[in-house]
């Protein structure tokens, strides 16, 4: 918003600037002119010699202000990306530190869960949620748009950290895990049906395959599950 509208003032600012040297040049080159002619100093032909070289100058001055809205624009996104960029993330992804244990089971509680996204700090998307999933069963989370339902997964994922609250697998803090193993323990297909253009659970298979076979016997058992 506030980039909008700074951005919408340079842009009118040299708009209007290039218009009014580009006319202000119009209207000193014919006035000079006529004058010159008047008084016999110059002739018609030499002063539309001029007015020609003064308005191509002054046409190519006006363009270059005309930018100056696009110039403003390129920086600020600049400005937006490096920040971006320079943001440093609270989850070390990197990092081996934590607990791997032996066989996961897959209990997983969320207990008394806030949560709001960093990047959208006022939409609270949890506050004081507990939901318990039991290893071994198929489980759906269903509601309407925007409820919160990929906001779970990403939160096992460890996408995000909770803003208070925990999340347990087999009792044991997501926070305390190795990052790296929690996340080989998960298959997760998510909305997006180009990129693997496969059933759902063919391309849950192609992450639980990898862990236990072979390059080539993966191929083999994706290629026996689609017939
Ligand atoms: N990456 C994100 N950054 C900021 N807000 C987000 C992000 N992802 C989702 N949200 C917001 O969090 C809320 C829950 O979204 P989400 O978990 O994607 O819902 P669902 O999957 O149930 O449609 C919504 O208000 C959504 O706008
Ligand atoms: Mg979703």
């Not at 002739?43 to 003064?54: E, I, N, P």
């Not at 347990?168 to 080989?184: A, P, V």
């Not at 297909?189 to 076979?213: C, G, M, W």
Request: net charge positive; aromatic share 12%; hydrophobic share 35%.
């Amino acid at each position: 918003m506030k980039q909008g509208i700074r951005s919408g003032m340079v842009g009118g600012f040299g708009f209007s600037f290039s218009s009014l040297m580009l006319y202000l040049t119009y209207a000193l080159c014919f006035y000079v002119g006529a004058q010159y002619v008047h008084e016999g100093k110059s002739t018609f032909k030499d002063v539309f010699r001029v007015y020609f070289a003064l308005v191509f100058t002054a046409f190519g001055i006006s363009q270059t202000s005309a930018m100056a809205s696009d110039s403003t624009k390129a920086r600020e996104s600049a400005t937006s990306i490096l920040a971006l960029i320079d943001m440093r993330s609270k989850i070390n992804s990197t990092s081996d530190e934590g607990i791997k244990l032996d066989k996961a089971d897959g209990n997983i509680h969320l207990n008394h869960v806030t949560f709001k996204y960093p990047s959208r700090p006022d939409v609270q998307v949890f506050s004081d949620f507990t939901l318990g999933i039991p290893s071994r069963k198929t489980f759906a989370l269903v509601g309407e748009s925007g409820s919160g339902k990929s906001t779970v997964i990403a939160l096992l994922e460890r996408f995000y950290d909770p803003d208070s609250g925990t999340i347990s697998l087999d009792g044991i803090e997501l926070k305390n895990l190795t990052l790296s193993w929690l996340r080989d323990q998960m298959g997760l297909v998510s909305q997006e049906p180009v990129l693997f253009n496969d059933t759902i659970r063919a391309k849950h298979s192609i992450r639980k395959t990898r862990r236990s076979y072979g390059r080539g016997d993966y191929h083999c058992r994706q290629g026996s599950q689609r017939s």
